[in-house]
């Protein structure tokens, strides 16, 4: 085994062999398989922003079984999505790649300032559809995080019963933050703290800003003159807040953006100490020929 993925395996002693099987599976996929980075297609963003919004840009993209083909052809580590979509291509690819069954999800149309997911899958699913992992939002700052946490907190633990892999999103958002709060350098490092808390194996975050948000965070980052002027600095914080390091935390790759400010944010983001990126409309919205080749270009970096 390569010593670094013995040495992450060895972060997760307490779970039992079929879900750290699950977690070397998605480890050892694809071009990054082996390095302990990773980089994952997410697509629930039909679900989360609609339909037209989503794939429009690139029609192909209506279609889920477009996103797994390019997945398993840029040589991902795994493809995440909700329920409707999984069940639209976990026969056809079988074991071509790892599988994460977003559990999850939440809608524009529901406009909320404390947003609450709805539950839209079961570890019971996952394990029909043959996923190595469910992946699971929740919202710090929401005043409805007590029911998000209660909520992950059963999944999880059927999931780890039945060998199965647990992937947190982390967003923080809600009426006790401030619009800039939301990916705040404090905030994202005590989201991903958070996550880690509840039992993620990986931990999903936005790039965090160099906005600070809450008051005792602010003394002591002025007090103990910690750095986040540059996001590889803010990196390393919200990797030091998943419990030093010893959790994956992957970094979202966030609204459509041009090509050369994604690489660019992502070689920071790999400076910083991340474990990878799970990025999609930056991807899926260009031309299939063209997101592999920029697919490729982020695997570089990371191999870098």
């Known amino acids: 085994m390569h010593k670094r993925i013995e040495e992450i395996l060895?972060?997760?002693d307490s779970e039992n062999p079929g879900t750290v099987s699950n977690i070397y599976r998605i480890l050892m996929q694809g071009k990054l398989g082996g390095t302990g980075k990773m980089v994952i297609l997410p697509v629930d963003q039909g679900f989360e922003h609609g339909p037209a919004a989503s794939f429009a840009p690139n029609p192909d993209g209506y279609d889920p079984e477009y996103h797994v083909k390019l997945a398993i052809e840029a040589g991902l580590n795994a493809h995440a999505a909700p329920l409707g979509s999984i069940q639209t291509i976990a026969r056809k690819y079988a074991g071509q790649i790892p599988l994460i069954l977003k559990a999850n999800n939440h809608d524009l149309m529901g406009k909320s300032s404390d947003p609450t997911p709805a539950v839209t899958a079961s570890v019971e699913d996952a394990?029909?559809?043959?996923?190595?992992?469910?992946?699971?939002?929740?919202?710090?700052?929401s005043a409805n995080f007590k029911?998000?946490?209660?909520?992950i907190k059963e999944m999880a633990l059927e999931a780890k019963l039945a060998g199965l892999a647990v992937v947190i999103w982390s967003y923080p958002r809600g009426s006790?933050?401030?619009?800039?709060?939301?990916?705040a350098a404090d905030v994202v490092a005590y989201a991903a703290q958070i996550a880690a808390q509840l039992g993620a194996h990986i931990i999903k975050v936005k790039?965090?800003?160099?906005?600070?948000?809450?008051?005792?965070?602010?003394?002591?980052?002025?007090k103990?003159?910690?750095?986040?002027?540059?996001?590889?600095?803010?990196?390393?914080?919200?990797?030091?807040?998943?419990?030093?390091?010893k959790r994956i935390v992957v970094f979202s790759g966030g609204p459509a953006k041009g090509k050369q400010d994604v690489l660019d944010e992502i070689t920071q983001i790999k400076q910083g100490g991340a474990f990878g990126s799970i990025i999609g409309r930056n991807t899926f919205q260009r031309p299939k020929e063209e997101a592999l080749a920029f697919l490729n270009e982020i695997i570089e970096i990371y191999k870098g």
């Open 10 to 12: 060895g972060w997760y």
């Open 127 to 141: 394990l029909l559809l043959g996923c190595s992992a469910i992946g699971f939002t929740i919202y710090p700052g």
């Open 147 to 151: 029911m998000m946490y209660e909520e």
């Open 176 to 183: 006790n933050l401030s619009k800039e709060g939301e990916t």
């Open 207 to 222: 790039p965090p800003t160099d906005n600070l948000e809450l008051e005792n965070a602010k003394k002591v980052y002025s």
């Open 224 to 245: 103990h003159d910690i750095p986040f002027s540059t996001l590889a600095d803010r990196v390393k914080s919200v990797i030091q807040g998943a419990f030093n390091g």
